[in-house]
């Protein structure tokens, strides 16, 4: 079986993919625009070979270097980068070579463009905040008439909180119609809630072999636009009504073989025409594994291995690695740059050495969103993992 692996190199993590792969007794074709010898000795053991391209974003280089390796090696099997920003390529290449382990051209703008997912919730049924296309200052204020501010906008197609903003007052929406961007934008109401993603690794009939739920006390478009320190937590066990909600998710919009990451809003307060208090709202899909170094964080919770349930899921369409019954809470705690905080890293070693799992320094690309330093420790109660926060961000 012959697996394509579009930029393994990065996240740098996602070596541990192609070598559960490869483990799995699958060819495991790289392709980047990293040099060889620059790759980490883990991802070259992992790899059958490495094509290298001069960019990645240069779509006939990417097909010479899968037609090569269709010569080379027989029928493709499999296309992937598990990458937001180039899932739309990955598509095209599996449509081109008839990959069909993946979603094809005909259905990748339903996954890319957020005011096409609203149209896929609505067919599951499953509730989700009221959107409209950025068009007309007039349209949006009609609008605003409806749902009220603070309103949201943000890119169509967009990765994480990138050039997103609340807009709150009159002025502020004329700004940014005096200032519109170039590209799509859509206008979304305001949810007052806990933003909490469902995680999932679905085998061939979109039915999940590994299920998980991260909790994000502040949103990232909080910690980015306001320049706060970054947050959040994987739980032991996902709330019924969010598994019920992920997995009618996923259905709706008949995703199979893939890695997911779908985030909602549990309302704490009722939102008239939406939905009550508890509930859970549809924000956004990602048809991908969750960003930085999250797969980690699921197998510290989980006493697993996300990279090999993958692997099994490619491989042999199920999962073969049983749950172990070990449950933790696992954190993720962030500093930046420009504030002083109250116990040092060697305080925090001291208390919590036991508990963290990583620490390092994140790469600058990461610092606005994720901070410049990171702790991620596995702790067993909700108590222990908010003082944790606390102490490390106090």
Known sequence: MNFVFIS???????????????????????????PY?????????????????????NYDQMFRAVAFFSFK???IDWIESLNE??????????T????TTGIQSDRIDFIKEKSLMKRMYQL????????????????????????????IVKPNIGVGAAATWKISTDERLEQFYANLPKIPYVMEEFIKGDLVSYEAILDADCEPLFENTTVFPTPVMDVVNDNLDLQYYILPEIPPALQDLGRRTCKAFGVDRRFVHLEFF?????????????????LEVNMRPPGGYTPDMMNFAHSTDVYQIYADMAAFNERRLLPSGDEYHCVYASRKDGRTYSHTHEEIMA??????????????????SMGRYMYTARLRTLEETLEFIDFVQK
């Not at 920003?85 to 599996?94: F, P, S, V």
């Not at 549990?266 to 549809?282: C, F, Q, S």
């Not at 208390?351 to 606005?368: D, K």
């Open 8 to 34: 393994p190199n990065f996240p740098h993590t996602y070596w541990q993919f192609c070598d559960r792969l490869r483990k799995n007794g699958m060819n495991v074709l790289g392709i980047g625009d990293a």
């Open 37 to 57: 010898e620059g790759l980490e000795q883990g991802l070259k053991n992992a790899l059958t070979e490495y094509y290298k391209v001069e960019s990645l974003e």
């Open 73 to 75: 090696y027989g029928k």
């Open 85 to 94: 920003y180039w899932l739309e390529q990955d598509a095209k290449l599996r």
């Open 96 to 99: 081109d070579f008839n990959v």
């Open 124 to 151: 599951g049924g499953i509730p989700t905040a009221r959107q409209r296309l950025v068009t007309t200052l007039e349209a949006a204020k009609e609008f605003i008439a409806q749902v009220g501010y603070p309103v």
């Open 266 to 282: 549990r309302l704490t307060e009722d939102r008239p025409g939406l939905a009550n208090k508890g509930d859970y709202v549809g």
């Open 351 to 368: 208390r919590y050495g036991g508990a963290i799992l990583m620490q390092e320094e994140m790469p600058p690309v990461n610092w606005p």
